[in-house]
């Protein structure tokens, strides 16, 4: 299969060309303007489109109704509808919950999908929680917290489908903790956290190498105290999540952390919910009830608890936020989080690669989405 008239995202830039697909990957790509007279019948002109990697999801919660941390069993289900989005891969996100429902997301996953699966891949859990401070708990259980234990990460390994954890490096035994996820090869992320900057910057010199949702249930950024939040901003080495949603940071502040980290170090998290793509109503996320409306999710009491975004949506808004270029922003969904995981076969349009792959009109809607070189989403006309 040729893929033909596309400005192909290669290299940082866009550059009119064509993609060959073969046995599941990405077989040449070629930088030039496609011949009518070879496009051929298994041809599939963009007619000028976008033609980006396919994006990679780190932090969400479920969606189409369903809530991972509930019903485990649901992660499919949601992976099936995830690329009218342009996920292609994704880490389901269990909160803070009794170990049980760990355990029955990771069999989820061993097991594997249902024969002819079409879906975005849920390449490993994101476990956030239950290593989590109470005292910035947003919307996750306080029952369910506890203090890090080595002796209750002996399952917490990347054959098990745990890739990456989030937890509060303050907590007693966190750093103890934080050295043998990093040993096993999981990401650490520190968020939900009353850390200090010192206290932050001993974890991440431990082994952290991401910050969760960035200045949502972290301690606040002072001039006196910066916090867990001045620590992630002013190591080099560590990457950090944002929702762009316009209600869980301010769009200034997405632009300032723009303007500190740029694309190598940002990943856009949609962090988003069971009510993702539902109408307006009442919704169970976890233990809490959760009041949807048509563009954001809160607790009862007024709490902000993920979001109802799609992942091109928070494409869109972080380029209209910081300002910055289509090239600048696509790899905040592509290659960031790609080399975030370690993933050497996505995030990038080469040869070789899986040919996962995103067809974004001018306005950066889904127009087709590509898995293993098969269309598994169409955006109807």
Excluded at 104 to 124: N, R, S, T, V, W
Excluded at 229 to 257: K, Q, R
Aim: hydrophobic share 40%; charged share 25%.
């Amino acid at each position: 299969m040729r893929i033909v008239n596309a400005r192909i995202f290669n290299q940082d830039k866009f550059r009119m060309g064509e993609v060959e697909i073969e046995n599941e990957v990405i077989r040449s790509v070629g930088f030039y303007k496609s011949d009518p007279k070879r496009l051929g019948s298994g041809s599939i002109d963009l007619g000028g489109n976008y033609l980006v990697p396919g994006f990679i999801e780190l932090q969400i919660n479920g969606g189409f109704g369903k809530d991972f941390t509930s019903s485990p069993k649901s992660i499919w289900e949601v992976a099936r509808k995830l690329p009218r989005y342009g996920v292609t891969t994704f880490l389901p996100t269990i909160i803070t919950s009794p170990y049980e429902k760990i355990f029955e997301a990771q069999e989820i996953l061993a097991k594997g999908p249902e024969k002819y699966f079409i879906g975005a891949e849920p390449l490993g859990l994101h476990l956030e929680g239950p290593f989590l401070n109470p005292k910035k708990k947003g919307t996750h259980s306080k029952a369910f917290m506890k203090n890090p234990s080595i002796d209750e990460i002996d399952n917490w390994r990347l054959e098990k489908k745990i890739r990456l954890v989030t937890l509060a490096p303050e907590l007693p035994n966190a750093i103890k903790v934080i050295k043998e996820l990093s040993r096993r090869g999981i990401v650490i992320g520190a968020g939900h956290s009353y850390a200090t900057y010192d206290e932050a910057l001993i974890g991440i010199e431990a082994g952290i190498t991401y910050g969760t949702h960035i200045f949502n249930a972290q301690t606040p950024m002072n001039h006196r105290e910066p916090g867990l939040p001045g620590a992630l901003l002013m190591h080099s080495n560590v990457t950090v999540g944002i929702i762009p949603d316009g209600f869980h940071v301010h769009p200034a502040i997405v632009n300032l952390v723009w303007k500190l980290k740029g694309h190598e170090k940002i990943t856009l998290v949609t962090d988003a919910i069971v009510g993702l793509a539902m109408p307006p109503g009442n919704y169970t996320f976890g233990d809490f009830k959760i009041i949807v409306n048509e563009q954001i999710a809160r607790k009862p009491d007024g709490t902000i608890s993920g979001s109802i975004l799609g992942e091109n949506e928070a494409l869109k808004n972080f380029v209209d936020f910081t300002k910055c270029s289509i090239d600048d922003a696509i790899p905040t969904l592509t290659s960031t989080p790609a080399k975030l995981l370690g993933l050497e076969n996505k995030g990038y349009i080469k040869d070789g690669y899986i040919a996962d792959l995103v067809e974004l009109d001018g306005h950066l809607e889904v127009v087709k989405t590509f898995i293993s070189g098969k269309i598994a989403f169409l955006k109807e006309k």
